[in-house]
C-alpha cells in the first residue's frame, strides 16, 4: 500500500480520561502544554452547561476541573469568547437560558467578563456593580475576541434578534473596566471571522537595522575593551554578522497585532484580511472555511476550518506566510481523511495544531448540528512545514558582538580548547563552565579525583595551604593548582571555534556558525551535550538556509540526531526528488549490487534511519566511511552520551 509523505506530519489519538459530551459552541483556550474548555450545549439533553475541562497536550487525557459550592460560578453559556492573560482564562458573552426560566428554548444573550484563576483553580468572583458608561458592549453571541498589551478587544457577533453588532469593544484587564467603543464597517461572527493575536512577536534584526536609527557605537572592531589592543586579523565588522529573526514579549514599540480575517459567500469565495487583502498571493487561495479558528505562530497566520462542497467534504489548514503574504495547504495527510473533525488549536509551545473530533463520525452530519466531538485528537506537526516560532535572544544584539569581541580581543583567557590537529583557542574558563553543563560537571569531577589522590598522598613539610581570604571558607572554592588547564576536544579547528563563539555570543552570528558543514556539525554536539538551546538555534538557521544544495545533508544530520521535524522538511519541500535520487543512486555497503536491484531499497540505511556501524578495517573493499555531520564521539559511541569524548589535558 503506497502512503503520502504527509502522513509522517501527523497523527491521530483517542482521547482518555473524562472525555466531555458532544457539545455545540463550546470554548478552547491553550495555556502552556494545557488547553481549557469551557461551557456549551449538551446536545443530547438541549441543556447549557457551565463545566471547565482540562486537556493534558502530552498525556491527551480529559479531567473535568471540581468546582466547590464557594465558588461563583458563571452562568451557562455557548458561542460565547475565552482567552488567555495573565494565567487566568477571560469569558466573555455568549448565550445562555433566561434566568429563573425551567424552558430550555428561552434564550438570552450575554456581557458579562468573568476571570478564571488557573493557579488557583477558582473562579474569581464578579464584581457586583461596574460604572455605567458609553464603552460598555451590548450583549453579544458568536463573537470574536483577542487579547493584546493587556486589553480585552471584542469585536462583532450578533445580538438576541440575530442582528450583527458592527463595532469593536476594548476593556482594560488591569483596571477592569470597558475604556472604548467604535463602529466597525464589516460583519464579523464565529460563522465566517477570526481575531488572533500572539503572546510572542518577531523581530527581523537586518531590515530594523535598515530602516531604523544606528545601534548603539560599542567601540572600534579590534578594540572594543581597550583602546591599546591590536585590532586581531580575525575580528569581524559589525556588518558581516548574521542576525537571524528572533521572539520577544510584546511591547509598545514592538506590539503584537491583531489579526482579523473573514471568508464569506461561499459559493463565491470572498477573503478579507484587515488592511491587506490586496497584498494575498499565492497559486492557490483557501476555500470558504466555515467556523473557521486561527492562531499567529511565527510569520505565519493559521485558518483551519470545515470546507463543504457538493462533492468532498474536509477539515481544511490553511496557513499565510505575513512576509511574503502567500497563501499555502498544510496537508495533514490520512489522520483527518475521514470521520468528523470541527475545532482546531495551536500549540505554540511545540509548534503543533490539534484537531478535535470523532475519526467514527460523519463530518456533513456533525456540521448541520454544530455537534463538536472530543474524542480523538490529530496532531499535526507545524516545523515539518517550516511553521514555527523562532528561538528567543539570550543576550541582546549589542552584548552578542561584545562577545564575540572578548573572544576575538582574548579577553581574560586562562584555558586553552586543543583541536584534533592540534591547533589551541584561547578563552575563558569561567564562560565555559558557566554555558557548557556538561564541562562544569567533567571540571568539577575531574578536581574531585584530584583531590582524593592527593588525600592519598603521604604529607610533606613542603606543603603549602591555600591563602586565607576574606570571607570565603576552604569548603567554598577548589585549588586553583589542581585546575586543569586545557581540554581536548576531538573537532576541526572551525567547528571548535563556531562552538566557542556560540558559548561567547549565545547566538549564531558569525559566517562560519553558518556553513553547511559547520551546522551540521553543532546540531550533532548540541544534541549530545544537551545545549538546547544551541540546538533551537541551529534548527531555525537549517530552516530558514533549506534548498536544494543543503537538503541532502539536512536531511542526513537530521536523521542523525533524532530532529523528526527537521527530518521530515525535506522530504516535503520542493528538495523530495534531489533526496530520493541521491538516496537510490548511493552504492550498497556491504550487500551485493543485486540485492539493491531486487527490492528497489537503499542498502545503507540502519534501524531508525541511521547508517549503520561497522567495524570494517579501512583497507576493505567494504569500509564505510564516517557520515557527514558525525563527531569523534558519535561515531564511536552512535548516541550513548556517557560515554565521554573529551580528555583533560592537565597541567598543574
Known sequence: MLHSIYDLTTFCRKTTGDVPSKLVGASTTVVGSKMYLFGGRLVTERRMVSDLYMFDLETFNWERIPVSQEDDIPKPRYFHSADAWNNQLIIFGGMSNQPESTNPEELCVLNDVRFFDLSARRWVPSRSSSPITDHVPRARYAHLSSITAGRLFIIGGQDFFNTWLDDICVYDLVTRSWIDRRAYP??????????????????????????????????????????????????????????????????????????????????????????RSAAMSGTTFPPGLRFPTGAILGTHLIIAGTYLAHSYQSFSIWVLDLLSMTWS????????????????????????????????????????????????????????????????????????????????????????????????????????????????????????????????????????????????????????????????????????????????????????????????????????????????????????????STSVGVYEVATLCSCRSLQIRPVLGSALKTVMSYTQKRPSRGRPERDNESNGRPQDVGPGGSPPISNVPPGDPNYISRPRGTSDAKWRTMGDVSANPFSYNGKI
Open 186 to 275: 464589516r460583519h464579523c461572527g464565529t460563522y465566517r471571522s477570526v481575531a488572533v493575536s500572539s503572546q510572542l512577536s518577531v523581530r527581523l534584526p537586518h531590515e530594523e537595522n535598515r530602516d531604523s536609527k544606528p545601534s548603539p557605537d560599542i567601540g572600534p572592531v579590534g578594540a572594543r575593551f581597550s583602546q591599546y589592543n591590536r585590532p586581531p586579523t580575525t575580528a569581524l565588522a559589525s556588518e558581516s554578522l548574521i542576525h537571524l529573526p528572533y521572539s520577544v514579549t510584546p511591547s509598545e514599540e514592538y506590539p503584537s497585532d491583531i489579526f482579523l480575517y473573514s471568508n464569506y459567500n461561499f459559493t463565491d469565495v470572498k477573503r478579507e484580511l484587515e488592511d
Open 329 to 548: 495547504r498544510i496537508d495533514p495527510g490520512k489522520a483527518v481523511e475521514t470521520g468528523s473533525w470541527f475545532r482546531g488549536c495551536l500549540w505554540s509551545e511545540a509548534n503543533k495544531f490539534l484537531i478535535f473530533g470523532n475519526r467514527n463520525g460523519n463530518l456533513v452530519d456533525d456540521y448541520n448540528r454544530r455537534l463538536l466531538s472530543w474524542d480523538h485528537v490529530a496532531v499535526v506537526d507545524l516545523e515539518a512545514f517550516g511553521i514555527y516560532q523562532p528561538p528567543p535572544l539570550k543576550l541582546d544584539i549589542p552584548m552578542q558582538e561584545l562577545g564575540l569581541a572578548a573572544l576575538e580581543e582574548r579577553l581574560s583567557t586562562d584555558f586553552d580548547i586543543i583541536c584534533d590537529d592540534g591547533r589551541r583557542l584561547s578563552c575563558s574558563r569561567k564562560i565555559l563552565e558557566q554555558r557548557w553543563p556538561w564541562f562544569q560537571d567533567q571540571q568539577q569531577r575531574f578536581l574531585q579525583t584530584a583531590a582524593n589522590a592527593l588525600e592519598s598522598l603521604p604529607s610533606s613539610p613542603m606543603h603549602v595551604d591555600l591563602p586565607i581570604l576574606p570571607g570565603i571558607t576552604d569548603g567554598q572554592r577548589s585549588d586553583p593548582r589542581l585546575a586543569p588547564r586545557a581540554l581536548n576536544l576531538s573537532e576541526s579547528y572551525p567547528v571548535t571555534l563556531a562552538l566557542i563563539q556560540y558559548f561567547y555570543t549565545l547566538a549564531l552570528v558569525t559566517p562560519l556558525q553558518h556553513a553547511p558543514a559547520v551546522l551540521s556539525q553543532l546540531l550533532v554536539l548540541s544534541v549530545t551535550y544537551k545545549l538546547n538551546h544551541l540546538e533551537s538555534l541551529v534548527k531555525h538557521a537549517m530552516h530558514r538556509a533549506l534548498s536544494n
